[in-house]
């Protein structure tokens, strides 16, 4: 829907390939869906579940054995984003670096991104240097 052909609309960094394949294999899942809703004190909320099948217009990212599966709502928003998996004493959880957000709540939960159409226009521009 909003891709960028020869461009994956996320990148994952070993450790993320990592624990997706983890959970991919423990599930039987076809891979990680992720996605955006509203909510949160600062407006939207990341979503991921494992996913038994690929839905229509879902973008797949496939690298080293990790799938991911973007909602298309969510592909403009995704846009750009490296995903992390990081380990620590008291909590482990994937993490979204990602430029399109411009706020973020004090809990981490919770993100604000770039109005829609600067959205689309950084889109555009990535299209017509790709």
Do not use: W
């Amino acid at each position: 829907m909003f891709a960028i052909p020869g461009k994956s609309p996320v990148t994952l960094t070993p450790a993320a390939v990592r624990q997706i394949r983890r959970l991919m294999d423990r599930e039987g899942a076809e891979g990680l869906r992720i996605g955006v809703k509203k909510g949160g004190c600062a407006g939207m909320e990341y979503t991921m579940e494992t996913a038994q099948d690929v839905a229509e217009h879902e973008e797949v990212v496939e690298q080293d054995g990790a799938r991911v599966l973007i909602a298309p709502m969510a592909q403009m928003f995704l846009f750009g984003t490296e995903i992390d998996y990081e380990t620590g004493l008291l909590e482990s959880a994937f993490r979204f670096r990602n430029p399109n957000v411009t706020d973020a709540c004090g809990c981490g939960e919770s993100i604000k991104f770039d109005d829609v159409e600067t959205l689309r226009a950084k889109m555009d521009a990535a299209r017509s240097s790709g």
